[in-house]
């Protein structure tokens, strides 16, 4: 409020009184991410909010929303940059938007978030998201030779070297022609030949935590003369056989 008074010796006082409304937008943005860790593949859902906390209409606002290495939003990479046109935002209005990123690569990711009103930047946030993956490596040891009639011991170790939990893992040993299954530690699950079809013996696991191994103790028994042969392979969530 603005009061003027005049005043002068011929007259009364005069006053007159302008009332002037004072106000702007206050725009901020806020940004929502995965609560834990991903695992490599999984997708990175995000919600973004952008909200006028003042008392006039934001005009011309715009998002972005940078996207880091790491991580790919419908096929394209990182330096790749998402805008939304939100146009004219009123005084107490929000607006929110949820979209998704590919998981690509493991790492811990920042994703940085801005409001821009009229072409400039008037607010940001970040959220981070660490993502993670198995490293499984699978290993079969055995005696270079073994006598007829006589046991053959064998040790398969699967090993995760990464940062994240494997998974669901099935580990399968062919039984060649010249061997004959005799025990294992654990107990596999053992599947007898059948025509030309090889015996086969096999282990599952709920999960090899990041960091450790898991060893099998396998014992055979030869019964033919020959060269051996003997095949091991690893199947899990994230690993190809």
Not at 9 to 16: A, E, R, V
Not at 34 to 61: F, H, T, W
Not at 145 to 163: A, C, E
Request: aromatic share 4%; proline share 5%; hydrophobic share 35%.
């Amino acid at each position: 409020m603005n009061k003027a008074e005049v005043t002068s010796k011929d007259t009364s006082p005069q006053t007159s009184t302008a009332v002037i409304e004072i106000g702007a937008p206050e725009v901020y943005v806020v940004k929502e991410g995965p609560a834990k860790e991903l695992r490599k593949g999984q997708k990175a859902m995000y919600k973004v909010s952008i909200k006028n906390n003042g008392d006039r209409v934001a005009k011309n606002v715009v998002v972005h929303d940078d996207i880091p290495a790491g991580m790919s939003y419908k096929g394209r990479s990182e330096g790749m940059v998402l805008r939304w046109k939100i146009g004219n935002l009123g005084a107490n209005e929000k607006k929110d938007i949820a979209y998704e990123l590919d998981t690509i690569k493991t790492g811990t990711f920042v994703n940085t978030v801005k409001a821009v009103v009229q072409d400039r930047i008037v607010h940001k946030t970040s959220v981070k998201t660490k993502v993670v993956a198995p490293i499984l490596k699978l290993e079969k040891t055995g005696p270079r030779l073994v006598f007829l009639h006589r046991s053959v011991p064998y040790k398969i170790t699967i090993t995760n070297d990464g940062d994240g939990a494997a998974l669901n893992i099935k580990v399968i040993d062919t039984i060649p022609n010249y061997l004959d299954y005799v025990s294992s530690t654990p107990r596999g699950i053992l599947q007898p030949a059948q025509g030309e079809k090889s015996a086969v013996v096999t282990w599952n696991f709920d999960e090899i935590a990041p960091k450790s191994k898991t060893e099998i103790e396998l014992v055979m028994r030869a019964k033919k003369i020959g060269n051996i042969n003997n095949m091991v392979k690893l199947i899990s969530e994230s690993t190809l056989p």
